[in-house]
């Protein structure tokens, strides 16, 4: 199923429509390369497409539901506060998302559901899952070759 058919049949669901701004944003989010948005750069992407009727609350509304979907990983940034990306995901995989403590970069490796699904407990028998979502933090390669960097440099010293 499709990111789109997805939305689309969820909201079918709960009894609301698909509308043009739930679309945009959407789409705007697939355009985006994976880059990670706050709120108002949603916001100001909608006003360059000349959609002028949509208030930041519809964005934020919009945004909610596509990480309770699952198709937006919200990530939360010390300095520069929650943004969203787009979660790029193949048939029967899953996302893993590791975020460096040190510059917040997040990257997203893909592994397959089934390998998820065969780490879990015994115990956990009887839970239906619907999404899995493993989020490690620590530092990327770039910060882990800065920071050996400066503990050989005091060393020297
Ligand atoms: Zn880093």
Redesign the pocket.
């Known amino acids: 199923m499709s990111n789109q058919d997805l939305l689309k049949n969820t909201l079918k669901n709960r009894k609301q429509r698909m509308t043009a701004q739930r679309e945009l944003i959407l789409r705007i989010f697939m355009e985006s390369n994976g880059k990670a948005m706050n709120i108002d750069d949603v916001f100001m992407e909608i006003r360059k497409k000349r959609n002028h009727r949509t208030s930041k609350m519809t964005v934020k509304r919009a945004i909610d539901l596509l990480v309770e979907l699952n198709i937006l990983n919200e990530v939360n940034y010390e300095d520069e506060g929650t943004k969203y990306e787009y979660i790029f995901k193949e048939k029967n995989m899953e996302n893993i998302i590791f975020v460096?403590?040190?510059?917040?970069?997040a990257t997203s490796f893909s592994i397959p559901k089934e390998k998820i699904l065969s780490l879990l407990p015994e115990d956990i028998k009887g839970f239906q899952i619907k999404n899995t979502m493993i989020k490690i933090t620590g530092?990327?390669?770039?910060?882990?070759k800065?920071l050996i960097e400066d503990v050989k440099e005091t060393i020297i010293k």
């Open positions: 460096c403590e040190n510059c917040n970069k530092y990327c390669p770039e910060c882990s800065a």
